[in-house]
């Protein structure tokens, strides 16, 4: 049977409790499934004649049978192979997972549409969650599809514009805390240990994770190989999404779906980065940053709350973990939307800058099969697009000005 496992000390508790930490040790819990279960499940192949999204895998997903589940749609999003900024980079079999084609522009929507689908099926009637934006956009339009209650807190004027909007037109209460993420953070998971009745949504909650290592699912599916990548590289904040990618290939792998298992590769902004610090320095713990900064504001992140889950990961994969500088950020924000046509938030952007600063020290060979997940869409950060662009030329509305802005000379 399918449970909730501490990934310290392995207590189990009912897939159906609410419960977000251990209560013998205080660490935090995973889903493990029922692998020999979904074997049996899937051996009719029949979930493949679904089209590619989450609920393609309701099999692999610790929901019931019978619960409808809250949807609007999510994964299916486009595996984008990238020639040209693989020759720029050095890379031949380079490829974009890009996570901005989600109902709300982001990766947690994977995670909401299990989450909500869960806090539904347990009966919950108010859903909660601190955020650094992108998860309160999610959670807001879930919970509205669902028709039950959301409450977000936000680090005060550290969020992007296009994410407050989307929390606040999907109806949710929006708590801006003067303060920063971890500190939101803090008090959600005090407001859900307290009020029993709200039920917490950040990626603590394990469901939320399972609904994230479609991920890694899809990616499989998606490659001509029908196999897993030689790397993956993801940008790393609280640490829920390289923990749930990883736990999507290695059930695959489990199933024998999959023959290998990719490098899990993470990438942290300079300013906000205790986990590749820790890993860098072959430490099992990381030192939490007090204060982060990085222009890449889904990711500014000091204590992540997954860390270990993520230096797990990363070292049995046997992958590594990069810092980027906000500068490098932004020059593959810009790259990746001039050579390839998408669009990411800067915060997506660093997983591309962590690819080229390991390809420039030659830690990722030049044939290696890399797939960089982009996690969220650039239109949730217009402002800082706009800022690293060239003003709009203002014309006089006459044909000769136009073409003498285009520099074509006129007879
Ligand atoms: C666009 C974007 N990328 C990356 C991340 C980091 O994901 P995680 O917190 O699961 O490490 C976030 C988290 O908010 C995000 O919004
Ligand atoms: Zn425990």
Known sequence: MSCQICINCHEKYGIDEIIYFCKKCGDILEIKIDLEKVALTIKTGDYKRAPLSVWRYRDFMPIHDATSVVTLGEGGTGLHYSKRLGEILGLTDLWIKNEGENPTGSFKDRGMTVGVTKAVELGASHVICASTGNTSASLAAYAARAGIRCTVLIPSGKIAYGKLSQAMIHGAKVLQVKGNFDEALEFVLKLA???????????????????????????????????????????????????????????????????????????????????????????????????????????????????????????????????????????????????????????????????????????????????????????????????????????????????????????
């Open 193 to 411: 240990e307290k009020h029993r009745s709200i039920y917490l949504l950040n990626s603590i909650n394990p469901f939320r994770i399972e609904g994230q290592k479609s991920l890694g699912y899809e990616i499989c599916e998606q490659l001509c190989s029908n196999d897993a990548p030689d790397r993956l590289i993801v940008p790393v904040g609280n640490a829920g999404n390289i923990s749930a990618i990883w736990k999507g290939f290695k059930e695959f792998y489990n199933l024998d779906l999959i023959t290998k298992l990719p490098k899990m590769t993470g990438i942290q902004a300079a300013g906000s980065a205790p986990i590749a610090k820790a890993i860098k320095s072959h430490s099992s713990k990381i030192i939490p940053v007090a204060e982060p900064e990085t222009v890449a504001t889904a990711i500014r992140i000091g204590a992540p709350v997954s860390w270990k889950k993520a230096i797990n990961a990363i070292n049995e994969s046997h992958g590594i973990a990069e810092t980027v500088t906000d500068d490098e950020i932004l020059d593959a924000q810009k790259l990746l939307a001039q050579i390839e046509g998408i669009f990411v938030e800067p915060a997506s952007a660093a997983s591309i800058a962590g690819l080229r600063k390991l390809v420039r020290n030659g830690i990722i060979n030049k044939d290696e099969r890399v797939v960089c997940v982009t996690t969220g869409h650039g239109l949730k950060d217009p402002d800082t697009a706009i800022k690293m662009c060239e003003k709009p030329i203002e014309v006089d509305a006459e044909m000769s000005a136009i073409e003498k802005a285009l520099g074509i000379k006129t007879n």
